[in-house]
């Protein structure tokens, strides 16, 4: 992705991201309990990145270029089992097919397209929430209280991203959303860092604070 940013010159990017891969990936986000976000997968348009295949198997594709004798270049890694993917899409994926009797790679893309709006739908009260009770490195949990929890969990998701939590888990964001409902004066949660410091969220008074401490 960084040699593709680098080579774009401001144009958007078409990848070749199939229905297959979109099953993949949106049956890793199940199996790591990664919850909606992943479970969404890959989205066709997400600028500068375009996936106009997103509806089509990879065994079409792989037709239509012998058809049209276009050349295909494979990447070594599909083929190598210390991959989870590779793995899924070589064991799991056809076992699940075997079982349900067909169609699960086309239900897991549903799947994600369903959650897609879902989300888009959440995702709007929660930034308006956020710009509503943030101020940088503090929270104000007064907003956040009559907050329904999808809502609420995705303001504290971003506001850690926000704060330097690269990509917060569910474990994260449960411990620092029971900083908000179920506060019995427990200690700070830790939500990321680097070598030299982690960050920790604490809770005091009505808000919560993001810290550094040295390691």
Known sequence: ???????????PVLLGHTLDDQAETVLLGLGRGSGARSLAGM????????????????????????????????????????????????????????????????????????????GDALDAPAAELLAECAYGRVLDLEPLSDAHAAVRTRVLRDWLR?????????RVVTAVDDLVTDWHGQGPVAVGGDEEARLVVTRRAGELRVRREPR
């Open 1 to 11: 992705y960084a040699a593709l940013r680098e080579a774009r010159a401001r144009r």
């Open 43 to 118: 989205r066709e348009w997400s600028a500068p990145w375009g996936r106009p295949l997103l509806g089509v198997r990879r065994a079409q594709t792989r037709a239509a270029c012998a058809e049209w004798s276009l050349p295909v270049w494979d990447d070594p890694h599909n083929d190598d089992p210390r991959f989870t993917r590779v793995r899924l899409r070589r064991e799991v994926l056809p076992l699940l097919d075997d079982v349900l009797g067909g169609g699960v790679p086309q239900a897991l893309a549903r799947t994600a397209r369903q959650l897609q709006d879902d």
């Open 162 to 170: 926000s704060v330097g939590a690269a990509e917060p888990p569910f």
